[in-house]
């Protein structure tokens, strides 16, 4: 098992930029794919992106392609997400999730605000 705290989350105004990380505890998450997802509210949760557990491979949302950028650091067991021109309506709790495979998610972690002002 892994647990998995993310921090980084805030105001911030629209167009403007935040990272977040996402650090493993008790277990390496050099053995996952990581994931970003975000919940807004009183909407259903959408995945962000995705990264192999080497960091050869990461896949995106649309939504978020060419603004956003996953990466990771194995040796210091942290996931990141690079989050630029930031949208209005994107005010959201950002998770990151653990899985064994590609599009399985095992772990959870709590989640992280972040609020975007217009």
């Known amino acids: 098992q892994v647990n998995l705290v993310e921090s980084g989350g805030g105001l911030v105004q629209a167009g403007g930029s935040l990272r977040l990380s996402c650090t493993g505890y008790?277990?390496?998450?050099?053995?996952?794919?990581m994931n970003w997802f975000r919940q807004a509210p009183g909407k259903e949760r959408e995945f962000v992106a995705d990264i192999t557990s080497s960091g050869s491979i990461s896949n995106y949302a649309d939504s978020v392609k060419g603004r956003f950028t996953i990466s990771r650091d194995n040796a210091k067991n942290t996931l990141y997400l690079q989050m630029n021109s930031l949208k209005a309506e994107k005010t959201a709790v950002y998770c990151c999730?653990?899985?064994?495979?590609?599009?399985?998610?095992?772990?959870w972690g709590q989640g992280t605000q972040v609020t975007v002002s217009s």
């Open positions: 999730a653990a899985g064994y495979r590609p599009r399985i998610y095992n772990y």
């Open positions: 008790r277990r390496t998450i050099s053995d996952f794919t």
